[in-house]
């Protein structure tokens, strides 16, 4: 509960009068829009049970594995500066394969060299934060895509998914914690929270 009241604080922060002005945005509620247009059934499934599992498979269940860290290293980066940057069309589609290139050869080099090289092992111990907190920002980052932003200022817009990011970060050290089952649970109740918090809201 003290971390979605910090999640309503940065909701607050984030949307409001000045960054909706600034960065033009024309369509804040479109998430809104979408509940009552799918049904409040269809949309409960999908944020609250679907909606969690795929993120927290996606964004979170390699947090504890050496390997994988590495790999989806390059992913999360591409995702921070895809959706940061508002690269689009065909520039996308090249970065993506860029990205997918350089994660497999990661993977490559690494399933091969691991197990007659410390250098790597050594590398991760001293800078796991760094891999956990890229994890959190490129969750943050997807986030991006719920808002329409007419007049784009690239890296300020960031500012949009604080409370995103923070939740990445929570999800995160439930992750590692407690186990991936548990940051599922979380990420449901969270998203159960505010889905009842939206839905209260439009009836009042």
Not at 177 to 191: D, R, V, Y
Request: hydrophobic residues 55%; contains cysteine.
């Amino acid at each position: 509960m003290f971390s979605i009241a910090i999640d309503f604080f940065l909701e607050y922060i984030s949307i409001n009068r000045w960054t909706i002005n600034n960065f033009e945005i024309t369509n804040i509620e479109f998430r809104k829009k979408e509940i009552y247009a799918d049904g409040i059934f269809s949309s409960f499934i999908f944020l609250v049970v679907l909606h969690p599992i795929i993120e927290e498979i996606l964004q979170r269940s390699y947090l504890n594995n050496f390997i994988w860290n590495n790999v989806v290293a390059p992913i999360n980066i591409g995702i921070v500066f895809i959706f940061i940057l508002n690269v689009k069309g065909y520039y996308l589609a090249i970065l993506c394969i860029i990205i997918l290139i350089i994660s497999n050869i990661v993977y490559a080099n690494l399933s091969k060299r691991i197990k007659v090289n410390s250098n790597y092992l050594s590398f991760y111990i001293k800078n796991y934060k760094i891999y956990f907190y890229l994890s959190a920002i490129s969750f943050g980052s997807v986030h991006i895509a719920n808002y329409k932003v007419e007049n784009f200022i690239p890296g300020l817009v960031i500012i949009l998914v604080l409370p995103q990011i923070f939740g990445g970060l929570i999800l995160g050290y439930i992750r590692l914690s407690m186990g991936l089952f548990w940051s599922i649970c979380f990420h449901a109740f969270h998203n159960a929270f505010f889905l009842t918090f939206l839905l209260l809201c439009h009836r009042t």
